[in-house]
């Protein structure tokens, strides 16, 4: 024991002793993760940004102007009028993310096409291909305005009116006896005696009684409304979602990982400076230098995310809302995953430069599978389920259900029990490869 924990003292004021190494892995996380935090939504008091959108309006019709007044007063959207270049340009460039136009004869066209009558227009929509997602949402949101405007219009509008009157005339001409017709017949003429009333309502506004603005426009429009609730554990009216949370989750995780490279390279460095068998020279044993080693190696990472977390709490209002206890034991797992992986950098890397660049990159990808730089919900659906086999999406989940999620300490215990598994993987095979060699 004492040679243990004298070279676990010696690890802990080699480390301490590096002021700019201590520095840049205790500000960077912080850093980064006050960044991302901020541009995926902060502490949630902010709006939400809105979607940028070009339109082009080359239809006077009262449809279309219809259409162009709905997509204004949409609160996730901000429209910008501009002639059609213009805005095929913007697009081109990702300075929007999506272009309508609605072209010439569009509204009459539309009208027509509602009852089947004729052939349906078509709506062109310019879209920057980065911005698939972004596309679905305009188009729901649009087809919303266009069947919005275009019943409005055929119910009780001056054009429907006209149209129907022109529908009646053809029908009545055409030749054609079948009981279709009569039907379409029937269907007309109530359509018709519908616009009749809304438009003396209008006119009159019932008795006086009632502004024209405050009437029924008619038409066909959502039969529901939603009612959102963010789902947290916890006081809804205290408990918000805080971006910070999972910002300083991922980059605790990638930089403490970052750390776990640089002890793996020492072990490395000193074995070419001799100085790792003169340790074994000593009466110090391969299992105890080993295990000073990850000690002190898990000690540090867990010294590092409490530090981190702590000024996340101070400065950026991250709450541990879930269960002390089982934050620390994600933390404590974490800490001991981490320092596996550094022992088993050193064990299997022949040189300090091939294994600084071999487990860079798999401190990478591993860290990108995790989720910490973007929402494992955009990855498919098949790489999703791979990345459980990936110790730092356990360590992320763990602490994202520990701090923002409010879970309890059931929740942690899978992302405890997967990352000592992955430790005690790591371990042995650092082990084996040190007896080998």
């Known amino acids: ?36 935090g901020f541009i995926t939504g902060g502490t949630g008091s902010k709006d939400a940004a809105k979607i940028e959108v070009a339109l082009v309006v080359q239809d006077n019709h009262p449809i279309s102007q219809k259409i162009v007044k709905g997509l204004k007063e949409e609160a996730s959207l901000s429209v910008k009028e501009m002639p059609l270049e213009e805005a095929k340009a913007m697009v081109l460039k990702g300075k929007i993310n999506v272009a309508i136009v609605l072209p010439e004869k569009f509204g009459e066209l539309a009208g027509a096409a509602l009852f089947g009558a004729r052939a349906k227009p078509e709506l062109p929509v310019f879209y920057d291909p980065s911005q698939s997602a972004v596309l679905a949402m305009v188009k729901g949101m649009l087809t919303q305005q266009v069947m919005q405007s275009v019943s409005a219009e055929m119910f009780a509008g001056k054009s429907g009116v006209s149209f129907l009157d022109q529908s009646m005339q053809e029908l009545e001409k055409s030749s054609q006896q079948s009981p279709d017709k009569a039907e379409l017949r029937d269907f007309l003429g109530s359509v018709k005696k519908f616009q009749s009333r809304q438009q003396a309502e209008l006119a009159a506004g019932k008795d006086g009684k009632t502004e024209k603005a405050d009437m029924p426009a008619g038409g066909l429009s959502m039969p529901f409304t939603t009612k959102d609730e963010a789902m947290i554990a916890g006081d809804a009216a205290t408990s918000k979602y805080n971006g910070y949370a999972h910002s300083f989750a991922g980059m605790s995780v990638q930089f403490i990982l970052f750390m776990a490279i640089d002890a793996g390279i020492g072990v490395l460095l000193a074995r070419r400076l001799g100085l790792w068998n003169r340790l074994l020279a000593a ?37 541990i809302a879930g269960s002390l206890s089982g934050f620390i034991g994600v933390a404590i797992s974490f800490s001991l995953m981490t320092a596996s992986f550094g022992l088993l950098i050193a064990a299997f890397g022949k040189t300090p430069e091939a294994a600084r660049g071999i487990s860079v990159f798999a401190t990478l990808i591993m860290v990108m599978l995790s989720g910490a730089w973007m929402p494992s919900f955009l990855f498919p659906q098949w790489l999703q389920s791979l990345t459980l086999i990936v110790p730092t999406r356990w360590a992320v989940d763990g602490l994202d259900a520990m701090t923002w999620r409010g879970l309890g300490l059931e929740a942690a215990l899978p992302a405890i029990g997967v ?3 992955f430790t005690l993987l790591f371990g042995a095979l650092a082990l084996w490869r040190f007896r080998k060699a």
Do not use: E
């Open 283 to 319: 009466p110090v044993g391969l299992n105890t230098l080993l295990i000073a080693r990850a000690l002190s190696c898990a000690l540090i990472a867990f010294f590092l995310i409490n530090f981190i977390f702590a000024v996340a709490v101070v400065v950026f209002k991250v709450n």
């Open 419 to 421: 990352q000592l598994i």
């Open 1 to 36: 024991m004492t040679a243990l924990l004298a070279l676990i003292r010696k690890d802990l004021i080699l480390f301490m002793a590096d002021r700019r190494a201590l520095m840049l892995n205790l500000l960077m996380p912080i850093l980064l993760g006050a960044f991302f």
